[in-house]
């Protein structure tokens, strides 16, 4: 790619939006024009605005830059973007987003529209047929960009294992999540509610896993998705580590493969982004661990730069067909990692 695309950040104060920024330097494809945050922040240069919570040094370049309103106007007069990753609260990026997926490709992390008809929900390595359907979107609402969105961070790392089970027929999924306090962005958690403490609750995270894995793991027609037809139960809770979401899977199947079987299945597993060696794709997005204490946040979180899944304790269950632990890192393929693969995904098919 000749010409690297420039793009905006919004809701670049935020821990997602940090990251984004930290993913992004030195990006071969793409190189961050816009830094767009609420009211409050615009106006400020970027160091003045927010806490760098990232491990690595804030970027000078990115120090300096002015703020600016996470509005299309303010955007605009600020430079010319060709794309926008965003990682706006919730309960603001509805309607924004929309403003903004009327003139651009947008990329989402939050969860506004991940269920609607005609808005993709992506995990490259498992639906990138899905990615199609903006234009369906662009059609029906009249839009020369589009909004295209990313999966909740514990939907991702268990839909990525799923896919190459659906060869045995999935059947029922029950998950146990144990998720970190970087999930609940900054400053998250109280230190009172957490220390010496697990929180059997996180707001809407298990409708979200429930109801977004079927969506994602389903079949495009070519107008809408067929949800899956698997049933699955989740009960989500936050622990006391700060990055990587650890789950606990246990799954019925049709048939009843051999545990050398599924191993080799998880292993061996890649999509498109391997094949097309998409920059941000890792080599392995299942990494397969073998040692019985495996696989752990502190250990494991970062496989494949925090874009792998890493899987072991893979074993038969006396009830379900078998049985597994799952790692991801939740800011990282769980977020802006994520959403920057899915851009990559969509330049690679020229639909943005």
Not at 36 to 54: F, H, I
Request: aromatic share 6%.
């Amino acid at each position: 790619m000749s010409l690297k695309r420039k793009v905006a950040v919004l809701g670049a104060t935020g821990a997602v939006g940090q990251r984004f920024i930290q993913l992004l330097q030195g990006h071969p494809w793409f190189q961050i024009e816009v830094l767009a945050a609420s009211e409050r922040s615009a106006g400020k240069k970027y160091k003045d605005a927010c806490p760098w919570l990232m491990e690595t040094e804030l970027p000078k370049e990115i120090a300096e830059m002015p703020i600016v309103n996470a509005d299309v106007a303010s955007v605009e007069q600020a430079g010319e973007v060709d794309l926008v990753f965003s990682s706006l609260p919730g309960d603001l990026a509805g309607s924004v987003e929309e403003q903004f997926g009327a003139l651009y490709p947008v990329f989402s992390k939050a969860s506004a529209h991940r269920m609607d008809k005609d808005v993709p929900l992506i995990i490259p390595e498992i639906n990138p047929d899905h990615a199609e359907m903006v234009k369906i979107q662009q059609k029906q609402r009249g839009w020369k960009g589009f909004i295209t969105t990313d999966p909740n961070c514990s939907t991702i790392q268990l839909a990525i294992t799923l896919k190459p089970l659906m060869q045995f027929g999935l059947k029922q999924i029950m998950v146990s999540t144990m998720q970190a306090l970087s999930g609940a962005g900054y400053p998250g958690v109280p230190s009172l509610d957490i220390i010496d403490n697990v929180v059997p609750f996180i707001s809407g995270e298990e409708e979200k896993m429930e109801a977004e894995a079927l969506k994602i793991l389903g079949n495009y027609n070519g107008y809408t998705v067929q949800n899956a037809e698997f049933q699955l139960s989740a009960s989500c809770n936050r622990v006391n580590v700060k990055d990587g979401h650890l789950e606990s899977v246990f799954i019925k199947l049709e048939q009843d493969p051999t545990i050398e079987e599924i191993e080799e299945v998880f292993a061996k597993f890649q999509g498109e982004p391997q094949k097309l060696k998409l920059p941000s794709a890792p080599v392995n997005p299942i990494v397969v661990r073998h040692e019985n204490s495996r696989p752990q946040p502190r250990f494991d979180r970062d496989a494949g730069c925090g874009m792998s899944v890493v899987v072991g304790r893979i074993r038969k269950d006396p009830i379900m067909t078998f049985k597994y632990m799952c790692l991801g890192h939740n800011t990282i393929r769980g977020a802006a990692g994520g959403g920057i693969l899915s851009a990559e995904l969509y330049v690679s098919k020229g639909l943005a």
